[in-house]
């Protein structure tokens, strides 16, 4: 086990999903995955095991913003193996075209933290991206199921209430939402190369106001969980395609 998970080696699959609340893994877990078998509660950062349309799939919970992220990260990384990381979670939406329970695909995470700074010293501003298989491949699959996606630049913000952050600018620059969590995620996932994407549910508009409630956040985003599922399913059939 590492230090914040109580797996056993083997006890989580090399493709994990990871969403920020706890519950929603606990829900993904439940709703989608068959057999799924709770590995650990330390913390109570809930994570499964089980399988999806036969294959082996975890759902490992992060908690909220960036150094949690990379925690979990890292760990499952360095003890675990794990080759392909999936953040599934919530975005405020920015852009006038988003609305509410669109679906959005990071193609890349601007970030307001110092984590780029702290990793390549002044002078170099890294800019996290997705990988592009896995973002083409979840961009199809939206598209065969008739999902409304999005695809562009997102900000992983250090602060959830943050009224000094000039918005309207980023907007301009064509920054669709915000959450806290992605570029984080993009980061680790290139230092050790393996495979990243995130896929993420506007739960609320930031400009406009429009929302929705914490229960239906924790149980209702079945869409972006589907295009998840069904990428992570995909990344292994081309995986065992190319050996």
């Known amino acids: ?15 994990v999903l990871l969403p920020g609340a706890p519950l929603r893994a606990k829900h993904i877990a439940n709703e989608f995955l068959t057999d799924p078998v709770c590995y650990n509660t330390v913390r109570n950062a809930l994570g499964y095991t089980g399988t999806y349309k036969g294959v082996r799939i975890s759902v490992q919970g992060t908690g909220m913003g960036i150094p949690t992220t990379l925690i979990y990260a890292e760990e499952l990384i360095n003890y675990y193996g794990y080759e392909v990381l999936i953040r599934v979670g919530t975005c405020g939406g920015m852009a006038p ?46 598209k065969s199921l008739g999902i409304n996606v999005k695809v562009g630049n997102i900000i992983s913000e250090d602060r959830f209430y943050n009224d000094e952050i000039e918005r309207e600018k980023l907007i301009k620059y064509n920054v669709l939402g915000a959450e806290m969590e992605a570029a984080g995620l993009y980061l680790v996932a290139a230092k050790y190369n393996v ?5 993420l549910t506007i739960s609320n508009h930031i400009i406009d106001g429009t929302s ?12 972006m969980e589907k295009v998840a599922l069904e990428t992570a399913v995909q990344s292994q059939i081309e995986k065992r395609s190319d050996e």
């Open 1 to 15: 086990m590492s230090e914040h998970l109580a797996a056993k080696k083997g006890e989580i699959a090399k493709i």
């Open 97 to 142: 075209e988003i609305k509410v329970r669109d679906v959005v695909l990071a193609q890349s995470a601007t970030t307001d933290s110092a984590i780029i700074q702290n990793a390549f010293g002044s002078g170099i501003y890294y800019a996290p991206t997705a990988d592009f298989a896995l973002l083409d491949e979840a961009y199809h699959i939206a």
């Open 195 to 199: 495979k990243a994407l995130a896929v």
């Open 212 to 223: 929705t409630a914490a229960t239906e956040r924790e149980r209702s985003f079945n869409d």
